[in-house]
């Protein structure tokens, strides 16, 4: 059976799983890099189903390839592989693996989608083997290896957020963001979409047009007519870097926790360990800050006793 994929920008622009393929999982009648394309009939057939949406937005620049440690032989690269593939498949047992969706969108100067919007359940199924996914995903990463573009990298997944969380891919059927209750510091809850944005990136803005970051679009991302901003960053350096300062330019703060930003560092091999751990929240969709991805951490730890 031939698969149909469809462009999120009109769903008169369909394609076949070739065609798809080939165009990066880009449609190749909108714009460059402006129309997503997405599985027809990808999304279950119930009437109306309430979706999550995790988007990776990674950087697959040349420094990337670069040791992730002093003395150490894995790369940047591989060590983010792993930890993705890593974060994904401890999600395993999730009872809502149908509902939801993964997107992983490489970025060098050129963007690529390195895994199409896809729900876990089909990740678990096409690859059993998480070793397997894992080298894919490497694999992808490694033929891109060129400068850092990541104000396009945003402008698209903030593009495909936006309608995501409007509800208006028709193709993806009658569907409605899943919604969860934060609660804020004053004890006052907030409705905001299941949907997670995670930038990582070892690098600032660096193209051949120049290093100026740009104001993050998902500040002015509304659900309902409030703003919610849905991107978390992590920045793979060090303190005082000029890519250090831009990512945390993006930042906003945590709904829970006032007095923390949407941010994370990693500047010591010791913290690499909570990579994992914060690719398995977005991929959950479930918080948005280092204090956040502490306390599910000393959740999880208590359930295994
Ligand atoms: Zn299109
Ligand atoms: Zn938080």
């Known amino acids: 059976m031939s698969k149909n994929w469809i462009c999120v920008n009109d769903s008169q622009h369909v394609f076949d799983a070739q065609t798809a393929a080939s165009n990066g999982y880009f449609c190749p009648t909108c714009a460059y890099g402006e129309g997503i394309l997405v599985e027809g009939g990808s999304v279950t057939s119930q009437a109306t189903s309430d979706l999550g949406l995790c988007i990776m937005v990674l950087d697959c620049s040349g420094s990337m390839n670069d040791a992730a440690f002093?003395?150490?032989?894995?790369?940047?690269?591989?060590?983010?592989?792993?930890?993705?593939?890593a974060g994904i498949y401890s999600l395993i047992?999730?009872?809502?693996?149908?509902?939801?969706y993964m997107l992983i969108i490489g970025f060098d100067h050129e963007i690529d989608i390195l895994l199409p919007f896809t729900n876990l359940e089909t990740i678990f199924r096409d690859y059993p083997e998480s070793k397997v996914f894992e080298q894919e995903l490497l694999s992808k990463m490694k033929v891109k290896g060129g400068a850092t573009d990541i104000n396009e990298a945003l402008k698209i997944a903030f593009n495909f957020t936006q309608q995501f969380i409007n509800?208006?891919?028709?193709?993806?059927?009658?569907?409605?963001?899943?919604?969860?209750?934060?609660?804020?510091?004053?004890?006052?809850?907030?409705?905001?979409?299941?949907?997670?944005?995670?930038?990582?990136?070892?690098?600032?803005?660096?193209?051949?047009?120049?290093?100026?970051?740009?104001?993050?679009?998902?500040?002015d991302l509304s659900f309902d007519g409030k703003n919610f901003d849905l991107l978390m960053s992590a920045y793979y350096g060090e303190v005082g870097e000029k890519g250090y300062s831009q990512l945390l330019s993006l930042s906003s703060k945590c709904p829970s926790h006032f007095d923390t930003d949407q941010f994370f560092l990693f500047d010591d091999p010791?913290?690499?360990?909570?990579?994992?751990?914060?690719f398995r929240m977005a991929s959950g969709a479930s918080g948005f800050c280092p204090k956040c991805l502490e306390e599910a951490n000393t959740v999880t730890t208590d359930n295994r006793q």
């Open 70 to 85: 002093q003395n150490s032989p894995i790369s940047k690269n591989e060590l983010v592989a792993r930890s993705v593939t």
């Open 93 to 100: 047992g999730n009872s809502s693996k149908e509902f939801a």
């Open 167 to 219: 509800s208006s891919i028709s193709s993806l059927g009658n569907y409605a963001p899943r919604v969860q209750s934060v609660m804020d510091n004053n004890f006052e809850l907030h409705n905001i979409p299941n949907v997670r944005v995670l930038l990582f990136t070892d690098g600032g803005q660096y193209t051949t047009s120049g290093e100026r970051i740009l104001p993050s679009p998902f500040k």
């Open 270 to 278: 010791k913290k690499v360990a909570n990579l994992k751990g914060l």
